[in-house]
């Protein structure tokens, strides 16, 4: 079995829709931005890094896609509201935006405290909601929280983490009840670890990489492209009855 989903087929299935993805220079972000456009989204690229929205928005063109980068940092309530001023329309959310800082739990300090619930909580919330009122105007959309497995169990060193993705969890089941009778679904992904740019620094300990691929019953890290496919499954429309869960796509993780 390969360890990539395949990416050739391409249903068109977003044609005609609006997509916005946070944290879309890079990594699960930018994966899935240029999904979106392959399957026909206009897509809305945010990140607070203009030179790497640039980069992406160019490459996706070049592709045959149509996308456009808006530099916003989602941390700021006021950029949140300004650079939902600026759309139409949005029929689809990756709320992907997010950031870990492993730490002890006798030795987490307040600032990095603060920094992650209010990148991987209350921005997260923040951006959901600014959506789901442009959403509310169409009576439909779809909106996908990135989580991860972290969300469903602890870890070492991830206290904060952790209560931040749980948090994420929490607001997906509440958000799915509140916005059902207006036609959006809220759902999350739940990766187990991707090599990515955040990831990165992790993995290049052999001892963390060994003890990671250990927890992991398939025996490997997952893909950017694994995390993709099954983040666009729960954005399209065949995936129309499915609200307020959560897709683990982490190699049997949290099956132990």
Do not use: W
Not at 107 to 131: G, H, I, K, P, W
């Amino acid at each position: 079995m390969g360890q990539k989903s395949e990416t050739s087929v391409v249903t068109h299935r977003f044609k005609g829709l609006t997509a916005l993805v946070t944290g879309a220079g890079r990594g699960i972000g930018l994966g899935c931005a240029q999904a979106l456009a392959r399957e026909g989204a206009d897509v809305v690229l945010v990140s607070r890094t203009q030179t790497e929205l640039d980069l992406a928005v160019d490459a996706i063109g070049r592709a045959g896609g149509r996308a456009r980068g808006l530099e916003c940092d989602v941390t700021k309530p006021e950029a949140v509201t300004d650079l939902f001023d600026r759309l139409a329309r949005c029929d689809v959310l990756i709320n992907n935006a997010g950031a870990n800082a492993p730490q002890p739990f006798l030795e987490v300090d307040v600032a990095t405290l603060d920094r992650l619930l209010t990148l991987n909580v209350r921005s997260m919330f923040l951006v959901a909601q600014a959506a789901a009122r442009l959403m509310a105007r169409e009576r439909r959309g779809a909106i996908v929280h990135m989580s991860s497995q972290m969300g469903h169990v602890g870890g070492p060193n991830r206290t904060v983490y952790c209560m931040t993705k749980h948090a994420i969890e929490g607001l997906t089941k509440a958000m799915a009840i509140d916005l059902a009778p207006l036609g959006i679904r809220v759902n999350t992904i739940a990766p187990t670890y991707i090599e990515t740019p955040m990831t990165k620094p992790f993995l290049d300990d052999p001892k963390f990489r060994d003890d990671t691929l250990r927890r992991i019953p398939i025996g490997r890290l997952g893909t950017i492209e694994e995390v993709v496919a099954a983040t666009l499954f729960l954005a399209a429309p065949e995936a129309s009855l499915i609200t307020g869960t959560s897709l683990l796509v982490d190699g049997g993780y949290t099956a132990q």
